[in-house]
């Protein structure tokens, strides 16, 4: 008899959401009988106060945990036992795992981008980034490139404010990255290895390209977080400049490859999780 597992997503707005068919499909794969729910806020007409109500249904019809997202990463870490180093680190989680009548929260985005980007630039240089982008994407983008090597980090948002808490928020975690609150896009960009870019600009419902392109040079990589379309005009135009580029696809799916091993215990095949997401075509979100 196949091994049951029962996990969810709970967030606004899911219904379009990818990861359920990455989850069952490997889970199938692995010989697992996979269920996994959507749980979703609008569709439910309910807010984040729902949230502990919604995690104590889970946890009571056996699931062995759920995933967050939008609106609830920062909320739920106040109704979990505990938090991984790195949930705790970036104040937000996206998968909780019930064992034992404990819950633990983690975080992986941040190892999501980071798994990603490796297995797109494993040579890429790390001296000098400039992370575009300051929300709760930026700072998991931000924790992974610090954790990744990253020497000189300068964070650019449209509010400076934001950027300095995320400099306040990890500066003392990563004592070997220099943490810079960005002002001059020009100067910051002339001067770096590569860009990343962690905000929403660029996805179907919000094209355009978040800064003036032409101040990138055909030496420097550029990474990018919104897979929805893959290729977004960012992209596009670095890639015609000579830029190597690292779509967002593999911060979705390596997210979905480190809540399933929370979940389950076994490892999944990213590759062929990999392969699942590009079947999917282009549509839907996290």
């Given at each position: 008899?196949?091994?049951?597992?029962?996990?969810g997503?709970i967030?606004?707005g899911?219904?379009?959401?990818?990861?359920?068919?990455?989850?069952?499909?490997e889970?199938?794969?692995?010989?697992?009988?996979?269920?996994?729910?959507?749980?979703?806020l609008?569709?439910?007409?309910v807010?984040?106060?729902?949230?502990?109500?919604?995690?104590?249904?889970?946890?009571?019809?056996?699931?062995?945990?759920?995933n967050?997202?939008?609106?609830?990463k920062?909320?739920?870490?106040?109704?979990?036992?505990?938090?991984?180093?790195?949930?705790?680190?970036?104040?937000?989680?996206?998968?909780?795992?019930?064992?034992n009548?404990?819950?633990?929260?983690?975080?992986?985005?941040?190892?999501?981008?980071?798994r990603?980007?490796?297995r797109?630039?494993?040579?890429?240089?790390?001296e000098?980034v400039?992370?575009?982008?300051?929300g709760?994407?930026?700072?998991?983008?931000?924790?992974?490139?610090?954790?990744?090597?990253?020497?000189?980090?300068c964070?650019?948002?449209?509010d400076?404010?934001?950027?300095?808490?995320?400099?306040?928020?990890?500066?003392?975690?990563?004592?070997?990255?220099?943490?810079?609150v960005g002002v001059?896009?020009a100067?910051?960009i002339?001067?770096a290895?590569?860009?990343?870019?962690?905000?929403?600009?660029?996805?179907?419902?919000?094209?355009?390209?978040?800064?003036?392109v032409?101040?990138l040079?055909?030496?420097?990589?550029?990474a990018?977080?919104v897979?929805?379309?893959l290729?977004?005009?960012?992209?596009?135009?670095?890639a015609r400049?000579?830029?190597?580029?690292?779509n967002?696809?593999?911060?979705?799916?390596f997210?979905?490859?480190?809540?399933?091993?929370l979940f389950?215990?076994?490892?999944?095949?990213?590759?062929?999780m990999?392969?699942?997401?590009?079947?999917?075509?282009?549509?839907?979100?996290i």
């Amino acid at each position: 008899m196949t091994r049951p597992i029962r996990v969810g997503l709970i967030g606004s707005g899911i219904s379009a959401s990818r990861t359920p068919a990455m989850h069952i499909r490997e889970g199938r794969l692995n010989g697992l009988n996979y269920r996994y729910d959507l749980i979703d806020l609008a569709e439910l007409n309910v807010g984040l106060d729902a949230l502990p109500r919604l995690l104590d249904q889970a946890e009571r019809d056996g699931f062995a945990g759920v995933n967050v997202t939008h609106p609830c990463k920062q909320a739920a870490t106040g109704f979990v036992d505990s938090l991984s180093k790195d949930g705790a680190v970036l104040g937000a989680i996206n998968t909780i795992t019930f064992v034992n009548g404990r819950r633990t929260g983690h975080n992986t985005d941040w190892s999501g981008f980071a798994r990603g980007f490796q297995r797109s630039l494993p040579d890429a240089r790390l001296e000098r980034v400039v992370l575009v982008g300051a929300g709760g994407a930026g700072v998991a983008v931000a924790h992974a490139l610090a954790s990744m090597g990253c020497r000189e980090l300068c964070v650019l948002d449209v509010d400076s404010a934001r950027s300095a808490r995320l400099v306040e928020q990890l500066k003392k975690h990563h004592p070997n990255c220099v943490f810079r609150v960005g002002v001059d896009m020009a100067s910051a960009i002339g001067r770096a290895d590569g860009v990343v870019h962690a905000t929403p600009t660029g996805m179907a419902a919000h094209p355009g390209v978040p800064f003036d392109v032409s101040l990138l040079n055909g030496d420097q990589w550029v990474a990018e977080i919104v897979y929805f379309p893959l290729e977004t005009q960012l992209l596009a135009e670095a890639a015609r400049l000579g830029c190597r580029v690292v779509n967002g696809g593999g911060m979705a799916v390596f997210q979905a490859v480190g809540a399933f091993e929370l979940f389950t215990g076994i490892v999944p095949d990213a590759e062929r999780m990999i392969q699942h997401f590009s079947s999917l075509g282009e549509g839907g979100g996290i």
